[in-house]
């Protein structure tokens, strides 16, 4: 069993990584050597429902957390039975079906919320104001993404307080609160850079492209749009084509308005 919990490890440390191929090759090796041990079971259903969801192949991310709910139901174990909740609901707002994200947002916030306040609720009560916004609901948003920028603060822990700071200012942009969402992203962005986290910084400078924009700064927007093609080429992200074509647009819009 600790050759188990040796791979697990070397599994987790893979998927902080990125590197999802290795994580999920460790999983698997792990699971052979699993032997029916419930504890290790759910964490290693629920890992590879994380992996198979980072990759996109969500049918396959959805049965592995079915598969850990079964055994965490049956152990009692609510704590990572709420969590189980939040990552497939993470699955589903990611999938633009913010209906189903939000039915398992609701369980995951009423079993998290009976134990002690924890990184994982801040986290959840910022991506639940995601899939309120998708479901057009702002008002509902914005209640919950302040409470995950309050929750986060009592921890040190800057990349979990920057993407509570992202997820508000994106729920105050929607309820027309520009000023607030620029202050609250800049932030962001700010704990993003601190801890080297490019894809949060490309992240908080798209959204303020779109604030700039509304506020009239095209200027404001063309450089935050620079910054994030930038990145998108760095990385050969998926939507480097469509912030191109943005960009583009932008400076085809600015062109006039400068001497």
Do not use: W
């Not at 998927?15 to 050597?33: I, T, V, W």
């Not at 629920?46 to 049965?63: E, P, S």
């Not at 986290?123 to 302040?146: H, K, P, R, T, V």
């Amino acid at each position: 069993m600790t050759n188990v919990t040796a791979l697990i490890h070397m599994g987790n440390d893979a998927f902080q990584r990125e590197d999802f191929p290795r994580a999920l090759s460790y999983y698997q090796q792990a699971m052979e050597g699993v032997r029916g041990d419930p504890d290790h079971l759910a964490d290693l259903y629920g890992n590879l429902g994380n992996v198979y969801g980072a990759i996109g192949q969500v049918a396959q991310a959805r049965d592995c957390y079915d598969q850990a709910v079964e055994i965490l139901k049956a152990q009692e174990d609510y704590v990572r039975l709420g969590t189980t909740f939040a990552n497939i609901g993470n699955l589903y707002v990611d999938g633009g079906a913010p209906q189903e994200a939000i039915h398992f947002y609701k369980q995951a916030v009423l079993l998290l919320e009976r134990e002690e306040p924890s990184e994982a609720l801040a986290l959840l009560y910022g991506n639940f104001s995601l899939a309120l916004l998708q479901g057009s609901e702002s008002a509902d948003a914005l209640l919950y993404a302040e409470k995950g920028v309050r929750l986060a603060q009592g921890f040190p822990n800057p990349r979990l307080r920057a993407a509570t700071l992202h997820r508000l200012a994106k729920a105050e942009g929607a309820r027309g609160k520009t000023g607030d969402a620029k202050g609250h992203s800049e932030a962001a962005y700010t704990l993003y850079a601190q801890v080297g986290d490019e894809m949060g910084m490309a992240a908080a400078l798209y959204h303020q492209a779109a604030l700039y924009e509304e506020m009239g700064d095209l200027l404001g927007a063309v450089r935050c749009m620079e910054q994030v093609v930038s990145m998108d080429e760095k990385y050969a992200l998926p939507k480097r084509d469509e912030n191109r074509k943005r960009l583009t647009a932008l400076y085809a819009r600015l062109a006039p308005r400068t001497p």
